[in-house]
């Protein structure tokens, strides 16, 4: 098991978002995480990716508590050990896509030369190699994404979170997108924990849980 969370209860004033909230991850588990809109679906990935601490209720991360870490500490934790995919614009718009998926390694130390190999590996992978000098702003939002799921894994990182990370994009783009995330992460052994409202984006996943007002009911 990579990640156990646990009585998970966070408020926003008198909005209950997340309320006794449970869930666990094996390694390299691919989770997809459904539930109506306002059910407290992102809430749940910003906690259990430690971007938000919760109100109660704990998130173990290989075997480490991560909640309670002070804010130094967590943000190393979540450069060593995970990945983002987000719906769309979070690669860095003045670097090229081949230096956006350098990004993780280099913040990680990882030598320059090193780097860039990497990197490249997975650009050619993912098929967007042809276009790893381009900016963001200079491809399409497929081959974007292509890029931010190349970005997502170059670590190895333990888990990566997804929020509804084909959500920008039309269904042949986002299938290319979610067969690149999920066999991308099956072969690096990265698990996964995707949210999304759509059921064709599930069915990548191993096994879905639902939430409902803040709760998981399956
Ligand atoms: N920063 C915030 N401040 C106040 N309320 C918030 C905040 N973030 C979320 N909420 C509220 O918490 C609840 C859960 O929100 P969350 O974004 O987790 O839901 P969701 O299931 O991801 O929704 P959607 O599918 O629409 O994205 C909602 O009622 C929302 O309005």
Known sequence: MILRASNLSLRFGQTIALDNAE???????IVAVMGPSGSGKSTLLHVLAGILR??????VVDNQ?????PDGRRSRL????????????????????????????RLLDVPRAEARTRAAELLRHLEVDELADRRP???????????AVARALVHRPAVVFADEPT?????????????????????????????????RVAAYADRTVFLRDGRVTA
Do not use: C, W, Y
């Open 137 to 147: 702003g200079q491809v399409s939002g497929g081959q974007a994404q292509r890029a």
């Open 54 to 59: 919760p109100d109660q209720g704990m998130v």
């Open 23 to 29: 869930i666990t991850i094996d390694t390299g588990e």
């Open 78 to 105: 979540r450069l060593h050990s995970f990945g983002f995919v987000l719906q769309f614009g979070d690669l860095v718009p003045e670097l090229s896509l081949r230096q956006n998926v350098e990004l993780p390694l």
């Open 167 to 199: 959500g920008a994009l039309d269904s042949a783009a986002g299938e290319v997108v979610l067969d690149a995330l999920t066999g991308l992460a099956r072969k690096e052994g990265s698990a996964v924990v995707m949210v999304t409202h759509e059921a």
């Open 65 to 69: 508590r991560i909640d309670n870490l």
